[in-house]
């Protein structure tokens, strides 16, 4: 009977908190759900979606640019694709897969039961697919972006510019920037105050750093292009000056404005995954991270001299001799964290008792390709260098390596790793390899001639180009590889597939990984954990080999002295560095509020694209009356407040 009554207790408990935390069955659990791990894998799913339609249109671009003089695209079309291209890798892609990452994993490696603000969480999903459908709705009726998605203005004013292409672009950016910011915003204070006792910030997974510095990094870079699209929408529809020369405006506000946002958002699609590599890398070197210490503060620090570098994108705009010193120096001085980040990786894998698994060899290609986008981007910090690689493919060989290659292949490596907590199965190694070679090779043909071709003087944002310029064998080369990594995401895709329908059982821990997550089972059941853990190192389910301390953390179903908080959604709130808990904080069940609130949001801004009155006054009225329910006291609200704990 001694070893009986415990595991009565335990089935007992999980069955209480499956009863609390379980969403409800059917159409209206579906849409109500605020568990982060369905809201994690629907960013996943989405951004994934959006990156295969964002290849298809490379892929399209480069059929076009195979050879010389090629017809097979108009410039109008090429242009459309062009944009959506860039609009749908920068925006609907690269943050929202990372987002997806974080909010799967972050509760789980912070051993809380949920975000901070679930509710907010399932509104930041939602609105961000509409406003992907926003952006895409217009392009088969040929009405789709088609001033880059940079926007350059004159380019884009409506003088020169005059369908609702820019409109689409320009609304649908401030759409999107409503749900970056209440997802950077949730992440922060998740941060704060929902983690495990004792998970102060000297023990946070790299991962961690990476999306807390880019969700602060969000906060104050997001709104700066939301109010650069607003002026442009108003210049274009109701006749303000503020990009207009003619009425005293000024275009290059739009570049100041469009970069200060776009160039910490290049480190906000680039620090979460390094933070991946960060975190799973030294897993498969079988020790902890060289310089953890070192790699965190490296992290923090790029995002904030991140902010110091957006002339480094206007260097040939005739700016002042002075500025221009300036921000080419900063642009050298922002190589430094970057390369401790390198040297940490290297040093890991060099002291290391390497496994060659699928994600490890999509982590150390990345490696390999975060040093060649690197040197090429130090190599445009020189002023006079730039001026004269600026408007060719090198920017464009440069950029690929940059934000596709270093957020890509972080991304698939950690899928195949998370892919068996998230599945409870294991992905198929001998696919996952073809996989790696496939996109690796495919990559590399694709996007390392462009260098070559941008040296040799071709110009970027290019429909076609002459004969004569001798670029054509390494147009084709390109296209060629584009075609090949194109196999390797399909590889990926057959590996999910069939993984999913018969990928053999992962077991709670297959990799033997030391962060929390991996302590639950696999998948997770939907309150994460029976018993809230109480963490005494950075590497938990490794102290016992490391042998670092000699406190253990605590951590498992059956612990009986152990937090359960079962007495409704309950979850532990901590001080924000030391994680002393002092709080149990009540965390409000699923709601369909935030699907309604997205579409009216999505009424609203189909209201002001159209300039249809009614539409924007039923937007409008549907935002006040969904907000007026979410805002309004519940009768219950005695129990929604914090229980301070002496």
Same mark, same amino acid.
């Given at each position: 009977?001694?070893? #009986?009554?415990?595991?009565?207790?335990?089935?007992?408990?999980?069955?209480?908190?499956?009863?609390?935390?379980?969403?409800?069955?059917?159409?209206?659990?579906?849409?109500?759900?605020?568990?982060?791990?369905?809201?994690?894998?629907?960013?996943?799913?989405?951004?994934?979606?959006?990156?295969?339609?964002?290849?298809?249109?490379?892929?399209?671009?480069?059929?076009?640019?195979?050879?010389?003089?090629?017809?097979?695209?108009?410039?109008?079309?090429?242009?459309?694709?062009?944009?959506?291209?860039?609009?749908?890798?920068?925006?609907?892609?690269?943050?929202?897969?990372?987002?997806?990452?974080?909010?799967?994993?972050?509760?789980?490696?912070?051993?809380?039961?949920?975000?901070?603000?679930?509710?907010?969480?399932?509104?930041?999903?939602?609105?961000?697919? $509409?406003?992907?459908?926003?952006?895409?709705?217009?392009?088969?009726?040929?009405?789709?972006?088609?001033?880059?998605?940079?926007?350059?203005?004159?380019?884009?004013?409506?003088?020169?510019?005059?369908?609702?292409?820019?409109?689409?672009?320009?609304?649908?950016?401030?759409?999107?920037?409503?749900?970056?910011?209440?997802?950077?915003?949730?992440?922060?204070?998740?941060?704060?105050?929902?983690?495990?006792?004792?998970?102060?910030?000297?023990?946070?997974?790299?991962?961690?750093?990476?999306?807390?510095?880019?969700?602060?990094?969000?906060?104050?870079?997001?709104?700066?292009?939301?109010?650069?699209?607003?002026?442009?929408?108003?210049?274009?529809?109701?006749?303000?000056? $503020?990009?207009?020369?003619?009425?005293?405006?000024?275009?290059?506000?739009?570049?100041?404005?469009?970069?200060?946002?776009?160039?910490?958002?290049?480190?906000?699609?680039?620090?979460?995954?390094?933070?991946?590599?960060?975190?799973?890398?030294?897993?498969?070197?079988?020790?902890?991270?060289?310089?953890?210490?070192?790699?965190?503060?490296?992290?923090?620090?790029?995002?904030?001299?991140?902010?110091?570098?957006?002339?480094?994108?206007?260097?040939?705009?005739?700016?002042?001799?002075?500025?221009?010193?300036?921000?080419?120096?900063?642009?050298?001085?922002?190589?430094?964290?970057?390369?401790?980040?390198?040297?940490?990786?290297?040093?890991?894998?060099?002291?290391?008792?390497?496994?060659?698994?699928?994600?490890?060899?999509?982590?150390?290609?990345?490696?390999?390709?975060?040093?060649?986008?690197? +040197?090429?981007?130090?190599?445009?910090?020189? +002023?006079?260098?730039?001026?004269?690689?600026?408007?060719?493919?090198?920017?464009?060989?440069?950029?690929?390596?940059?934000?596709?290659?270093?957020?890509?292949?972080?991304?698939?490596?950690?899928?195949?790793?998370?892919?068996?907590?998230?599945?409870?199965?294991?992905?198929?190694?001998?696919?996952?390899?073809?996989?790696?070679?496939?996109?690796?090779?495919?990559?590399?043909?694709?996007?390392?001639?462009?260098? #070559?071709?941008?040296?040799?003087?071709?110009?970027?944002?290019?429909?076609?180009?002459?004969?004569?310029?001798? +670029?054509?064998?390494?147009?084709?080369?390109?296209?060629?590889?584009? $075609? +090949?990594?194109?196999?390797?995401?399909?590889?990926?895709?057959?590996? #999910?597939?069939?993984?999913?329908?018969?990928?053999?059982?992962?077991?709670?821990?297959?990799?033997?990984?030391?962060?929390?997550?991996?302590?639950?089972?696999?998948?997770?059941?939907?309150?994460?954990?029976?018993?809230?853990?109480?963490?005494?190192?950075?590497?938990?389910?490794?102290?016992?080999?490391?042998?670092?301390?000699?406190?253990?953390?605590?951590?498992?179903?059956?612990?009986?002295?152990?937090?359960?908080?079962?007495?409704?959604?309950?979850?532990?709130?901590?001080?924000?560095?030391?994680?002393?808990?002092?709080?149990?904080?009540?965390?409000?069940?699923?709601?369909?509020?935030?699907?309604?609130?997205?579409?009216?949001?999505?009424?609203? $801004?189909?209201?002001?694209?159209?300039?249809?009155?009614?539409?924007?006054?039923?937007?409008?009225?549907?935002?006040?009356?969904?907000?007026?329910?979410?805002?309004?006291?519940?009768?219950?609200?005695?129990?929604?407040? #914090?229980?301070?704990?002496?």
């Amino acid at each position: 009977m001694t070893t #009986v009554q415990p595991n009565m207790e335990v089935t007992s408990t999980r069955q209480k908190l499956l009863d609390i935390w379980e969403t409800a069955p059917g159409l209206y659990g579906w849409l109500a759900t605020v568990d982060h791990k369905t809201i994690g894998i629907r960013y996943l799913c989405t951004a994934f979606f959006f990156l295969v339609i964002g290849g298809i249109e490379a892929l399209a671009m480069r059929v076009q640019l195979a050879q010389p003089d090629l017809k097979i695209l108009s410039p109008d079309a090429y242009n459309q694709l062009f944009s959506m291209h860039g609009t749908t890798m920068m925006f609907l892609y690269a943050l929202p897969m990372l987002s997806g990452f974080s909010n799967y994993l972050w509760p789980l490696m912070l051993g809380s039961r949920d975000m901070a603000f679930p509710r907010l969480n399932a509104l930041s999903y939602w609105v961000f697919l $509409f406003a992907g459908i926003f952006l895409y709705i217009s392009f088969p009726l040929g009405q789709a972006p088609n001033g880059g998605w940079f926007a350059y203005v004159p380019n884009t004013s409506l003088e020169y510019d005059p369908g609702i292409n820019m409109d689409v672009f320009a609304l649908g950016l401030v759409f999107l920037g409503i749900s970056t910011v209440v997802g950077s915003a949730n992440f922060i204070v998740t941060l704060l105050r929902c983690r495990a006792p004792g998970m102060s910030v000297n023990r946070l997974p790299i991962l961690v750093w990476g999306t807390l510095t880019a969700s602060a990094a969000n906060l104050l870079a997001v709104p700066a292009v939301s109010l650069a699209c607003a002026m442009l929408w108003l210049d274009r529809r109701y006749g303000t000056h $503020f990009f207009d020369v003619k009425g005293g405006g000024q275009p290059l506000l739009w570049q100041h404005l469009f970069w200060i946002f776009g160039h910490p958002w290049v480190y906000a699609l680039v620090l979460p995954a390094m933070g991946i590599v960060s975190d799973a890398l030294p897993v498969f070197c079988r020790r902890p991270l060289v310089g953890y210490t070192l790699v965190a503060i490296s992290t923090v620090a790029t995002m904030i001299l991140g902010f110091g570098v957006w002339v480094h994108h206007m260097f040939a705009t005739g700016l002042p001799v002075m500025s221009l010193s300036f921000f080419s120096a900063a642009s050298f001085i922002i190589a430094i964290p970057s390369a401790i980040a390198v040297f940490a990786w290297i040093a890991t894998i060099w002291t290391g008792k390497l496994q060659f698994t699928t994600p490890f060899l999509f982590f150390t290609g990345f490696i390999m390709l975060f040093v060649i986008g690197g +040197v090429s981007g130090f190599m445009t910090a020189s +002023v006079a260098l730039d001026w004269q690689l600026t408007d060719t493919y090198f920017i464009v060989a440069h950029l690929h390596y940059v934000l596709l290659g270093i957020n890509v292949f972080p991304v698939v490596g950690g899928l195949h790793f998370w892919f068996p907590k998230m599945s409870g199965r294991m992905m198929d190694e001998r696919l996952g390899k073809w996989t790696f070679w496939t996109m690796f090779i495919g990559f590399n043909a694709a996007f390392f001639p462009m260098h #070559v071709t941008g040296l040799m003087g071709m110009p970027r944002r290019i429909y076609t180009y002459p004969a004569d310029m001798g +670029v054509g064998w390494l147009n084709m080369l390109s296209t060629l590889g584009a $075609f +090949v990594f194109a196999v390797g995401v399909f590889l990926f895709l057959i590996n #999910v597939a069939k993984s999913l329908k018969s990928g053999a059982p992962a077991g709670d821990n297959p990799w033997d990984a030391p962060t929390l997550e991996w302590a639950t089972t696999s998948p997770p059941p939907v309150y994460n954990f029976a018993t809230i853990p109480q963490v005494a190192s950075r590497y938990p389910l490794w102290e016992d080999r490391l042998k670092e301390t000699e406190e253990r953390s605590i951590i498992g179903d059956a612990v009986r002295d152990g937090m359960v908080l079962d007495k409704g959604k309950e979850t532990i709130g901590v001080t924000p560095l030391d994680a002393e808990p002092n709080v149990v904080l009540k965390m409000p069940g699923d709601s369909i509020l935030p699907f309604l609130l997205s579409v009216g949001m999505t009424g609203l $801004f189909f209201g002001l694209l159209a300039q249809v009155i009614w539409l924007v006054a039923l937007g409008a009225v549907c935002e006040f009356g969904v907000l007026a329910l979410w805002l309004t006291p519940e009768p219950h609200a005695a129990l929604e407040e #914090v229980e301070i704990h002496d």
